[in-house]
């Protein structure tokens, strides 16, 4: 019987001193702003994380898709903003095939690189060949450049692992910390030119191949940071793709599978609101019929808030929450359907034309950017590329607004020309650091990201830290965030 009583009295005792963990009861209400990549995605990671008793309303004064979006020519759909994925972006490839969708058919394009007055690299239907006259121009820089890009995406690969296994991070650095060490934050610091140059890459290789990358990619130069300039190498790697019937359908049937409702207005505001324990959130939305307010748990921002980007106004937040700096870059694209001009890059006789695809190298000689025969997001099995001679639907990235002129000197004619102005991307020279991702206690900010790399996939690896983030510590779970040596905490915890 002593022994009995031993027993019970250690049991009392253990339960004396071992806190009774009580999980928090899951929020109510969230709400995300902006529909695009991020949105969407943000949307259902969040429902996976917190479950399908959460009410999740997504606010989005456009479009849905956001910079993912196409144009009509002609009765079918082209793309006009976000148009290639890569083959280990493995959330987008989750989420085509969470949703039925189908990657489109690929259509081969020839490549070349024009200076301003003559081509100095053109793609021939032989690889070899191909592959020749690049080691004959660029010698072993190309290996070099190769390898870093790898070297990077190895290291970057890691964040799939981390998060499968529910690990957060709080900022935009502790997550490249945490996956590259300080090389990666030095990456955001420092020019991709000049990181280049260290590795012994030749300055003709920069200035032509590179260059004419980030220009196509980026609609800058190789000033920008070498991490954005890694990804934008990535982005012209071999087995791109995009998804059949356009890249956008992503958003849209995402928000759909996860029972989003999508609030057609614009938001103009977010404050504090007390509501006994917790503080909500009040969302003002206005729009030309009416306007009103929200009252969310948690919101998740999923649109730029970068000066000319954002009319939303916060307040009754501390510390409150402050303009950004940096500025986004405006990306001119025309949608052209018409008769190249290939006269001007050196080919009087356009049926001898066999290029889909011109980049460019940094010419004051030159007003646009890259120039390629699209097309449409609906490839069928019969579809065939347009012939030199035809009129094709042309994309043409450019700085500015193509004048008359230079229209008629890149097309020989044309029947249509549709203009979008994107705020793009972030001008990644304008502005030091990068911005929060956490606001105030459960408001968060997914577009941060871009600051250090932008792209759908980077915005998609957001959205599901966010809703880790965001679960972790709704429910104080913190040894899910910010955790050193990922590496061997995931080994010893299998």
């Known amino acids: 019987m002593a022994g009995a009583a031993a027993l019970t009295l250690t049991l009392l005792i253990s339960f004396a001193v071992t806190p009774c963990h009580q999980e928090e009861a899951p929020p109510k209400r969230i709400a995300i702003i902006g529909a695009g990549i991020g949105g969407s995605s943000a949307a259902y990671f969040l429902r996976r994380e917190f479950g399908h008793n959460v009410k999740i309303d997504v606010y989005e004064k456009g479009t849905v898709g956001g910079r993912l979006a196409t144009v009509t020519v002609n009765g079918q759909q082209y793309e006009i903003g976000g148009s290639v994925i890569h083959p280990l972006n493995l959330h987008m490839q989750e989420f085509v095939q969470h949703l039925g969708l189908r990657h489109r058919r690929g259509v081969p394009e020839k ?15 032989w690889y070899l060949q191909d592959l020749f006259k690049m080691w004959w121009r660029y010698g072993f820089g190309l290996l070099r450049l190769q390898m870093w890009v790898e070297e990077i995406l190895e290291k970057f690969m890691r964040i799939y692992k981390y998060q499968s296994h529910g690990y957060a991070f709080s900022t935009v650095e502790e997550m490249l910390q945490a996956l590259g060490g300080e090389r990666f934050i030095n990456m955001t610091q420092r020019s991709v030119a000049e990181t280049l140059q260290e590795l012994g890459i030749s300055q003709r ?60 207005t614009t938001v103009t505001s977010i404050s504090l609101h007390p509501s006994g324990d917790k503080a909500l959130y009040q969302v003002k939305y206005e729009n030309e019929d009416e306007g009103g307010y929200n009252f969310y748990d948690i919101v998740v921002i999923a649109t730029p808030l970068h000066q000319e980007t954002t009319n939303i106004t916060f307040s009754d937040l501390t510390p409150p ?59 069928t099995s019969n579809y065939r590329r347009k012939q030199p001679q035809e009129a094709a639907v042309w994309k043409v990235f450019s700085p500015s607004p193509l004048t008359k002129e230079q229209l008629k000197t890149l097309f020989r004619s044309y029947y249509s020309v549709q203009v979008t102005d994107w705020l793009a ?21 997914l577009n941060g990201i871009e600051w250090t790399a932008s792209s759908m996939e980077m915005i998609a690896i957001a959205a599901k830290n966010i809703a880790l983030l965001g679960y972790n510590r709704w429910h104080q779970q913190l040894d899910k965030i910010d955790q050193k040596d990922l590496e061997h905490k995931i080994k010893t915890e299998l």
């Not at 405006?330 to 009087?348: A, C, D, E, K, R």
């Not at 646009?368 to 997001?377: C, L």
Request: hydrophobic share 45%.
């Open 111 to 125: 490549v070349a690189l024009f200076n301003g007055e003559q081509f100095v690299f053109e793609e021939t239907d």
């Open 205 to 264: 290789l920069i200035d032509e191949v590179v260059t004419a990358i980030m220009r196509a990619n980026y609609g800058q130069s190789v000033t920008i940071p070498a991490f954005v300039g890694a990804v934008s190498v990535a982005g012209v790697q071999a087995g791109l793709w995009a998804v059949e019937g356009g890249n956008k359908l992503v958003c849209s049937q995402l928000l759909d599978s996860v029972k989003a409702d999508i609030v057609h």
């Open 321 to 379: 929450v402050t303009e950004f700096p940096g500025r986004y870059q405006h990306l001119i694209v025309s949608i052209v359907h018409g008769y190249l001009n290939s006269s001007y890059f050196g080919f009087p006789d356009p049926k001898l034309f066999p290029f889909a695809a011109i980049v460019t190298t940094d010419s004051p000689k030159l007003f646009m950017f890259s120039t390629a025969s699209i097309s449409p997001v609906n490839v």
């Open 425 to 445: 991307y972030p001008q990644y020279t304008s502005a030091k650091g990068i911005p929060p991702i956490i606001l105030h206690d459960n408001l968060y900010y």
